[in-house]
Every structure is written in structure tokens, then in C-alpha cells.
């Protein structure tokens, strides 16, 4: 099992440009999460998907849009990138489990730059 | 609401010594869970253990303890005998229902490096 992939590791962008960021798990997991990650800030929770065709807003959902076509892939979109959008996003799965017994994995995260 | 204070920003330490790492959390939920991850300088999230609201039993692994208290809030972490290799920024998290939707809410981190 590759666990959860994500693609690309690495993207430079200008101010406006849009682009795709791809998380693929393929552990069957229902949940999928979209995270960032800053300095000083810990990871805060932009979208997350409980199951295939639902997405839901997390912490932080400002100027990005997210789906989730196949339980195996959620997309994060930027449709018109800023400099605040520099960051380290990582995606996220887990199992729906009873409670809150379910852990999330996590990918090796992308490194995104907005000049 | 839900919060996660881990209020050392980074600690040094020399091999082979002990360090605790704090993490104090506040939540209204009578059920909820507690994460450690560790974030080595490859940038990757590695999950090092979960704690359930109703187990305030102690855990050990390894080299590694976790300390649960809900009477003070919280969850920390000691690493015994540190190693080089332990130099990493570790991540508490809680996990509880938040407006009907199981949502995970970190710490700041704590980086901690293990110098030889």
C-alpha cells in the first residue's frame, strides 16, 4: 500500500494563477482532509470530505474549493492564488470508525510558493 | 471551543537526556481524543499514538511515555534517553465533534532538537 500520495510535492505559482493540488489514498478510507500548515500555526483544517461526492468546509475555507469525484482522491483547487497561500498543505485520511475512534494518516505534503 | 496549547515553541536538550514535551487542550465534550505526531525534518506527519477521554491510564513505548491527566487538561510526552534521531517537530492534536463533524485541532508544535 502507498498509503496517502499526493501530488506535486513542489509548485511555484504567481499571484493569480489557478492550479490542482491531488491527494490519493488507497486504504478505502470514507474521510479525506485538506490541511495547511505555517509557521507557528500548528496544521489548520481547510475542507474535508466524510464520503465520496461530499465536501464540507473546515477552519480556514477562504479562496479554496475542493471535490471529491472518486472515495480515492480529493482535489484542492486555488482558482486565483495569493501570497497568503504560501504554505505546506497536507492531505489526510481516515476510516469512519464509531465515535472518534478513527486516526488520520497523512501524505508527505506539497510545498506551495505565491509570488 | 476546542483548543490545543502546546506552549513550548522549541526545546533543546543533549543526547541522552530526558524531555517532556506539554500539551494542554480544552474542550466541553465528555468524549474526546488525544494525538501525538511527530513531524521529522523530511516534513512527512507520523501518528505516534491516540488516548481516548475515558483512559487516563499511563502508556509506554519504547523510549517513549505519555502522560494523560484530565484533571489539569492534559496529555504530554516524555521521551527517555533522547536520541539524535528524535530531533523532530511534534504535534498534540484533539479530536472531538465540532457543529456535527468529527474535526482534528492541533498544537502549534514543539521543535525539538536532540543535539550529539
Known amino acids: 500500500n502507498a498509503g496517502v500520495t499526493q501530488t506535486p510535492k513542489f509548485r511555484v505559482l504567481k499571484t493569480g494563477q489557478s492550479m490542482t493540488l491531488l491527494c490519493a489514498q488507497d486504504m478505502n478510507h470514507e474521510y479525506m482532509y485538506w490541511y495547511r500548515q505555517d509557521p507557528g500555526m500548528g496544521l489548520r483544517l481547510i475542507h474535508y470530505s466524510v464520503g465520496e461526492g461530499t465536501t464540507a468546509k473546515g477552519e480556514v475555507p477562504d479562496g479554496y474549493n475542493v471535490s471529491r469525484l472518486k472515495k480515492q482522491n480529493f482535489l484542492l483547487g486555488l482558482e486565483s492564488a495569493a501570497p497568503s497561500q504560501t504554505s505546506v498543505y497536507f492531505c489526510?485520511?481516515?476510516?469512519?470508525?464509531?465515535?472518534?475512534?478513527?486516526?488520520?494518516?497523512f501524505g508527505p505534503g506539497t510545498r506551495l510558493t505565491v509570488l | 471551543a476546542q483548543k490545543v496549547t502546546q506552549a513550548q515553541t522549541e526545546i533543546s536538550v543533549v543526547e541522552k537526556e530526558d524531555v517532556t514535551l506539554d500539551c494542554v487542550y480544552e474542550t466541553r465534550d465528555t468524549t474526546y481524543y488525544l494525538f501525538w505526531y511527530k513531524q521529522p525534518p523530511s516534513g512527512e506527519l507520523v501518528f505516534l499514538i491516540r488516548?481516548?477521554?475515558?483512559?487516563?491510564q499511563n502508556e509506554i513505548s519504547g523510549r517513549y511515555s505519555w502522560n494523560f491527566q484530565k484533571s489539569t487538561s492534559s496529555f504530554n510526552f516524555t521521551i527517555t534517553a533522547s536520541q539524535v534521531v528524535d530531533s523532530a517537530v511534534y504535534f498534540c492534536a484533539l479530536k472531538s465533534v465540532i457543529q456535527g463533524a468529527q474535526k482534528l485541532v492541533f498544537g502549534q508544535g514543539t521543535r525539538l532538537t536532540i543535539n550529539p
Open positions: 488516548r481516548n477521554s475515558f483512559d487516563e
Open positions: 489526510a485520511s481516515s476510516l469512519r470508525l464509531a465515535g472518534l475512534t478513527d486516526t488520520q494518516y
